[in-house]
């Protein structure tokens, strides 16, 4: 099996200031952790174009578009980071890193439909779940994944696609997006209550939400994981599969108070896998969303791509 990862240095130079949980130390972690375990020789290494924004706008208002590359462009001309939301801010690296983002989203997704590799997982930054079709949240300026999604069905003809969010808060980006769209299968497993504070009661019939409570651990997960959406995934037969991969359930973790650990990613990596094996010709993309402890991140990750790239 041949797993792409997909990356750019752009993306490690957004910078939402100092302290700010979702930092570019993220993707050094991730990088020093390949190198040091050898994972990053057995992964096929790319560098992430920027998104063609006629994709983005499979997601996104075009009104939106323009109004966030207007907003973006200025931050880069007057060099002064400014907030688009109380939880996100731009600096005039930020259009950059945001186009790099979506952007390996959807050549992962050429790629893996191309048949160049079997897979591919995309360590960007920003993350993408919360941004909705016309609003910038939560770390999330474009919804990476929900354009790559948008993509292989109305570009590349495929007919069903899953998307799978395993990220601790819900992705209500994702949902806004795609909700009544049922060339699509959304399922999500998330805290709550925890933000955005939605998900409880979902948007569409095409999406399966599991929230769960607090302190709430990896045996659970995985029981409502087997409940909840393995027959929902088996019955829709997506013919590729998406996934919101964040990583901030960790135990370690202090953006929630789930009780994942690596074992759990893996477990979770696994059971996408034998989805995508059986119905999907094995094609998966994951997207990088949260995940803020570095080290448990780091490991995380490694854990998700070694089941993904299937190195034992
Ligand atoms: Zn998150």
Redesign the pocket.
């Known amino acids: 099996m041949s797993t792409a990862f997909y990356s750019h240095s752009d993306c490690r130079a957004h910078d939402m200031g100092q302290g700010h949980p979702e930092c570019p130390q993220r993707l050094d972690a991730i990088g020093d952790h390949l190198r040091a375990t050898g994972l990053d020789i057995a992964l096929e290494m790319r560098d992430a174009p920027p998104v063609d924004l006629h994709d983005a706008e499979r997601a996104h208002s075009s009104r939106y578009i323009a109004e966030l590359r207007h907003f973006l462009e200025g931050v880069k001309q007057t060099g002064r980071p400014r907030a688009i939301d109380p939880d996100t801010t731009a600096c005039p690296a930020t259009w950059e890193a945001v186009l790099r983002a979506a952007g390996a989203a959807v050549a992962a997704t050429d790629a893996v439909i191309d048949r160049e590799v079997d897979s591919a997982f995309c360590a960007v930054r920003p ?1 993408g779940h919360h941004a909705t079709r016309d609003q910038a949240m939560g770390f999330c300026f474009l919804n990476n994944v929900a354009i790559a999604a948008r993509h292989a069905l109305d570009v590349r003809g495929l007919q069903r696609v899953a998307i799978v969010d395993f ?3 819900h992705g209500n980006g994702t949902e806004d997006i795609i909700a009544g769209d049922e060339r699509v299968l959304m399922v999500s497993i998330f805290q709550h209550p925890l933000y955005p504070y939605s998900g409880a009661v979902p948007k569409g019939t095409n999406m399966i939400n599991v929230p769960v409570p607090p302190y709430t651990r990896g045996p659970e997960v995985r029981e409502m994981i087997e409940a909840m959406w393995m027959p929902r995934l088996d019955a829709f037969r997506p013919e590729m599969i998406f996934v919101s991969a ?1 990583f ?1 359930a960790h135990r370690d973790d202090e ?2 108070q789930l009780g994942l650990v690596e074992a759990d990613y893996e477990w979770i990596t696994r059971r996408i896998k034998d989805v995508a094996d059986r119905h999907a010709q094995g094609r998966i993309v994951s997207c990088l ?2 995940g803020y402890a570095l080290g448990a991140l780091a490991r995380s990750v490694a854990a998700h791509l070694r089941v993904l790239a299937e190195l034992g």
Do not use: C, Q, T, Y
């Open positions: 993350p990220d601790v808060h964040g901030d953006l929630g969303e949260g």
